[in-house]
């Protein structure tokens, strides 16, 4: 009992001091040492547990040279309990196997195409995939209950909205990577899509720095080590929200959901499986657009239609949640800007 006490008020006293003079020094010597940051004392009337605010921006680089240092992974707000249906369905399911729930809509392409039109003429190639992801990400930033991940049981909120999008690492369809917009919702549709052109650039033409060190550690661990090492780097990363060049991944390398394109593969409609080691709550398949038969006032109209598919994690968005994104997603694709 007296030595329990003693680490009790040992524990408090580093609290503490650690309020008072958070440290992020990343250059620190000790080849061990984790990156401090500000411990955030939330009262009890607040209703929420005292957690560890992240004091880095994510960026797809960091300036850390030590590669035995450690920083937090993703930017999160503090933890904010949730409601009783809401902690029923994190403890009922696991990682995204089976909470998976579907639902596609079709939005009327004449005003993406005519924004198409229009980019084209000043140089910028959008795409269907590029607006939804803007989108997406507009949607997320309005209702921010929406961007976050499970650790722990608890659901927390992400700091940033950034979202993933695929794309194809060669042209024989061997090589599957992706690139990550940082702060999507704050970016134009032209620096959404001069970001994209650049990083895929780099990852087909090799230059992608941390798409070839996965794929050269990949290559190293058999097929039947590789969920146990994804497991481990994944409960790292995401479980205790470290971060470290020793894994040899970017930080938070896979955003808060993911956006793909089937559209381009002359799929128009299709549903794409969540990554479980990504934690991503969904996944947005944007299809091909097709000329299809509507109603309108009472007349039969031909319009061209954008397919939009989305799987989601049910375990943080329900049909609420998902509406809501819908809410966003249309008002924007109504109106590209």
């Known amino acids: 009992m007296h030595m329990e006490g003693a680490r009790m008020g040992t524990r408090k006293q580093l609290l503490e001091d650690n309020d008072h003079n958070a440290v992020s020094d990343l250059r620190s010597v000790n080849p061990l040492a984790l990156t401090k940051n500000k411990l955030t004392i939330i009262h009890s009337n607040q209703n929420v547990d005292p957690v560890y605010e992240a004091s880095q921006s994510t960026e797809d680089q960091t300036t850390n040279t030590n590669p035995f240092s450690f920083s937090k992974n993703i930017a999160l707000q503090p ?19 089976d ?22 003429k000043k140089g910028f190639y959008v ?52 690139v990550v917009i940082r702060n999507c919702d704050k970016k134009s549709l032209e620096e959404i899509c001069t970001e994209i052109k650049a990083k895929a650039t780099q990852v087909k033409e090799g230059k992608d720095q941390n798409f070839n060190k996965i794929k050269g550690i990949s290559r190293l661990i058999p097929g039947w080590l590789m969920w146990p090492v994804l497991s481990f780097v994944h409960f790292i990363l995401y479980n205790f929200n470290l971060w470290t060049p020793l894994l040899g991944l970017p930080k938070d390398g896979f955003g808060s959901g993911m956006v793909t394109s089937i559209g381009m593969l002359g ?22 657009i097709t000329d299809q038969v509507r109603a309108e006032n009472g007349q039969v109209v031909i319009r061209p239609m954008l397919p939009v598919c989305a799987t989601f994690d049910h375990r943080l968005i329900d049909g609420v949640g998902a509406g809501r994104m819908l809410e966003v997603a249309k008002r924007y694709f109504d109106n590209p800007s």
């Open 79 to 97: 933890y904010q309990t949730i409601s009783a249906w809401r902690k029923l369905a994190v403890g009922s399911w696991q990682t995204p196997r």
């Open 99 to 120: 909470p998976s729930i579907y639902g596609f809509v079709d939005f009327d392409a004449r005003p993406l195409l005519q924004k198409q039109e229009e980019l084209r």
């Open 127 to 178: 795409t269907p995939t590029t607006i939804a992801a803007k989108a997406v990400a507009l949607a997320l930033a309005e209702y921010p209950v929406l961007n976050g991940y499970i650790r722990w049981g608890r659901i927390y909120q992400r700091k940033n909205v950034d979202i993933f999008l695929t794309v194809a690492a060669d042209d024989k369809g061997r090589e599957l990577s992706g």
């Open 267 to 288: 799929i128009e409609r299709g549903f794409a499986p969540l990554m479980p080691h990504s934690r991503n709550p969904f996944i947005i398949a944007v299809g091909k």
